[in-house]
């Protein structure tokens, strides 16, 4: 009898039917969640798949795409299941270390849940395995993954609160095209799994799981430290645990090239009680590395002892655990303070730490002691140039290219240097010397999208931030620099998407969440765009562009004196602010405040003399002020610079018809509705000055074109009453009166 394909049971005689996958079934070219393209099927197994696609969205950069099912599963389990995915999801996404892959995006469609990830290319040990003939794999091979591993898994578990990962074993663990390592799966389609619930053995892999994984004791760090162990000695030996859980045989026994030392060590991992295994990831890091360097004098014991405390805070500063690497720098120093490669890492790390005049301390130290350190002229010159001593910081950089002529990190350094002096065309030439010795610099296309953007080349600035993200996907800066740029091409909707993940990858880029305003106020999204102005100022108070971002959505609601405090406090901060000045000068004019708002739009001039919309703004409040011939250069200036501008078409018409220029005015009405035929003001202004031309019948179709755009504007049916009584239709003129004394109430 035909059953539906999810069924569990026969709906005609109740028997159990076999289980169908229901995942791994989607056809290359779907598109999910109206972004994610999916291009081709790269796994299977259990209740999901994954595939390789392509996020639309933003750039097609290469994502993977985790599909889980919930067939199975009882309507309670379902909800369960959803709302710890949604927690575990969010959880995952907030991790940042080299050997994981990154969480963009999490969602449910089709009664499927998906989650999308790093792209890894490259193989998983399993593979790897298989491809080397099963092993036993070289020492030292191991030993440097056993520390990438140890490195992640601490990670992890010094996270707050601690995550177990569960689940380690080859298949779970990628290794790309670099050697660097990767665990890719946190365990989260176990949510989806009928009937494993608990943390037994659902949450791990038999061989590899901890003994406590099969009862109802909790799993801990340990039990990760145990799946290590069996992993290793997996490695080591050939020998798959999986075929005999929780026998092992001295490593030693099946491969002889294992040392006493790293033989103890696993034989302490692989205890079944937890307790009797190593406390942390750390303390099998240090035997992992002491395994490296047998039998040394006590002279090279220390120096090794201080080259492995440097070599453990390089790894603490790169996974971004900037206090722990400090402390581990400032320990060696006080105990030599002659090691001039601590005073660079407590350079770098002051640096990353943005501390830097600490950082410029420390280099200046590392310098002192060893001049030939290319690293600490770099961290020099960027520390200056952080500081905006610009010429010193140039000096740095030279001093680096000096020692070392090809280094694209100081060529890009020099660049960034000179483009601080204003020697523009220089630092573009610098900067293209960094990227011809490294093509893939990321940070090098940034600062050259960002010196085009700044000089009008913003065709040429999006193509170098779209080429910096190809490189690197994760740099924030470049995402903003790509919105600031789609923004002023008029791209809105594709600006938003590059804000948001600029703010999403760094949470407190302040020109990320004022862009992200900006787009919003654009799209009319004015709650959500006061948010965001509202994060930018709360993160930099001294930030202009997010005062008057605020600024302009008080504006909008016609809150004026509460936009002109918002600008007022934008050019505290930034007096050269030209588009501040001219949204003053706007606002002024509309209370009233002719004489203030000239004073600002000759303020924004004066910053910048070829701004069409100053120009503008300054002939309206020169009419305003009845300063005619004035007003009218201000006009004709803005339109020298910018033809396009409808509203001063419009004014010139109304400043020559008060200078009696009665054919000009109306040549510039007619162009006004050239570019703009729904300008209501303007038909307005044609109808009065056709009117004074005697030619009525023009006048009159002028004013019906205004009351058909704006029908409850009572001025433009009293322009129609005062034709109508010239054209001697007299019957129709007071109706038209009638309508206007109306609409005024």
Avoid at 31 to 60: C, F, H, P
Avoid at 147 to 162: A, I, N, R, T
Avoid at 359 to 378: C, R, Y
Avoid at 598 to 606: D, K
């Amino acid at each position: 009898m035909a059953n539906p394909p999810t069924a569990r049971f026969c709906q005609h005689c109740a028997a159990a039917l076999p289980f169908q996958h229901t995942t791994g079934t989607l056809t290359e070219e779907t598109l999910l969640a109206g972004r994610y393209q999916l291009l081709s099927l790269i796994g299977q197994g259990g209740m999901g798949a994954v595939y390789k696609a392509a996020d639309t969205r933003l750039n097609n950069r290469p994502v993977a795409v985790k599909e889980m099912s919930k067939v199975g599963l009882t309507p309670a389990r379902v909800q369960e299941a959803e709302q710890a995915f949604e927690r575990e999801a969010n959880l995952l996404a907030e991790l940042r270390h080299p050997n994981l892959p990154r969480i963009y995006d999490h969602f449910t469609e089709n009664d499927r849940s998906y989650l999308v990830m790093d792209f890894i290319e490259g193989e998983s040990l399993e593979e790897y395995l298989a491809r080397q003939g099963g092993g036993p794999l070289p020492v030292d091979q191991v030993l440097t993954w056993a520390e990438q591993l140890c490195d992640v898994l601490g990670y992890l578990h010094s996270h707050q609160p601690p995550i177990v990962f569960r689940d380690l074993k080859p298949s779970n663990v990628m290794i790309d095209n670099s050697g660097r390592l990767y665990l890719i799966d946190f365990g989260i389609a176990r949510l989806f799994k009928p009937g494993q619930s608990r943390d037994t053995t659902a949450l791990g892999s038999p061989g590899y799981a901890a003994p406590e994984q099969y009862g109802k004791a909790q799993s801990t760090p340990r039990s990760d430290i145990y799946s290590l162990g069996a992993l290793l000695h997996h490695l080591l030996t050939g020998v798959d645990p999986s075929d005999q859980p929780f026998f092992f045989r001295p490593a030693s026994e099946l491969n002889p090239a294992v040392p006493p030392a790293l033989e103890a060590l696993l034989q302490r991992m692989l205890e079944m009680d937890p307790e009797k295994r190593p406390a942390s990831t750390q303390d099998v890091l240090e035997v992992l590395r002491e395994c490296r360097e047998p039998g040394s004098s006590p002279q090279t014991h220390a120096y090794s002892d201080t080259s492995r405390l440097i070599e453990q805070a390089r790894q603490l500063r790169s996974q971004g655990r900037l206090t722990e690497a400090l402390e581990l720098y400032e320990r060696v120093l006080a105990r030599d303070p002659s090691q001039a490669l601590a005073w660079q890492g407590r350079g770098l790390t002051y640096g990353a730490r943005s501390q830097h005049r600490e950082a410029l301390e420390s280099f200046n130290k590392a310098l002192n002691l060893d001049p030939t350190l290319v690293t600490s002229w770099i961290g020099k010159g960027t520390a200056l140039n952080a500081l905006h001593r610009y010429q010193e910081a140039l000096q740095a950089f030279e001093r680096a290219l000096q020692l070392e002529g090809r280094n694209a990190t100081a060529w890009n350094g020099k660049g960034a240097a000179l483009s601080g002096l204003h020697r523009e065309a220089e630092a573009l030439a610098a900067f293209e010397t960094a990227l011809r010795y490294d093509p893939g610099m990321a940070r090098a296309w940034y600062n050259k999208g960002l010196l085009l953007s700044r000089r009008g080349r913003q065709r040429e600035a999006l193509d170098a931030f779209e080429r910096a993200l190809r490189y690197d996907n994760q740099q924030a800066l470049a995402w903003c620099g790509r919105g600031q740029v789609l923004h002023e091409l008029g791209q809105v909707r594709q600006a938003l998407d590059s804000f948001e993940e600029a703010t999403r990858l760094q949470t407190d880029l302040v020109p990320a969440w004022a862009g992200k305003g900006a787009a919003l106020y654009d799209l009319q999204r004015w709650p959500e765009a006061l948010s965001a102005f509202e994060r930018a100022r709360t993160l930099d108070p001294h930030y202009a562009p997010a005062w008057y971002g605020i600024a302009q959505i008080y504006y909008g609601q016609h809150r004026l004196r509460q936009a002109l405090d918002m600008l007022d406090e934008a050019l505290k901060y930034d007096p050269g602010y030209v588009k501040a000045w001219i949204r003053r000068g706007a606002i002024l004019s509309e209370q009233g405040r002719h004489a203030a708002a000239l004073e600002s739009y000759n303020r924004a001039l004066a910053l910048d003399p070829n701004h069409a919309l100053a120009w503008q703004g300054k002939a309206a409040a020169l009419y305003a002020l009845e300063r005619f011939p004035e007003a009218l250069r201000a006009y004709d200036q803005a339109l020298m610079l910018n033809r396009d501008l409808t509203l001063c078409w419009n004014g010139k018409g109304n400043t020559l018809y008060r200078l009696g220029y009665y054919r000009q005015a109306l040549e510039a009405y007619n162009e006004a509705l050239r570019r703009d035929p729904q300008l209501a003001s303007a038909w307005h202004n044609k109808a009065l000055l056709c009117q004074e031309l005697g030619r009525y019948d023009e006048a009159l179709e002028a004013a019906e074109r205004a009351i058909q755009i704006a029908p409850h504007d009572p001025d433009h049916w009293e322009r129609k009453a005062e034709v109508l009584k010239k054209l001697r239709r007299k019957r129709e003129a007071r109706q038209a009166e009638a309508e206007a004394a109306r609409l005024r109430g």
